[in-house]
Nanobody, 117 residues
């Protein structure tokens, strides 16, 4: 059974940084999504299994960086210059590099990120 375990969420002031981690039981393309209260789950970033390809939604380009440590089957999301609108539950997902949540068969439990103004 595939397991994804996220960590690293928390409360930070606007302009601050957080790094999310997702430890996976498989090596595969991975993605990060987020869901704010009352909103649909949205794509944030994804990375190929080799780590050579990454993509980002426009609102986080230049602020967030996705990376992976293949030896540890762990994917990271470094989030800098955080804004209050980044507040959401962040989910790690495995199985695709696409922007649609439907393309990912495996999901973590989510970690809360709260950015105060």
């Amino acid at each position: 059974q595939v397991q994804l375990v996220e960590s690293g969420g928390g409360l930070v002031q606007a302009g601050g940084s957080l790094r999310l981690s997702c430890a996976a039981s498989i090596g595969s393309p991975m993605g990060w999504f987020r869901q704010a209260p009352g909103k649909e789950r949205e794509f944030v970033s994804s990375i190929s299994g080799s780590g050579t390809y990454a993509r980002y939604t426009d609102s986080v380009k230049g602020r967030f960086t996705i990376s992976r440590d293949s030896a540890k089957n762990t994917v990271y999301l470094q989030m800098n210059s955080l804004k209050p609108e980044d507040t959401a539950v962040y989910y790690c997902a495995a199985g695709s590099v696409g922007t649609s949540a439907q393309g990912y068969p495996y999901w973590g439990q989510g970690t809360q990120v709260t950015v105060s103004s």
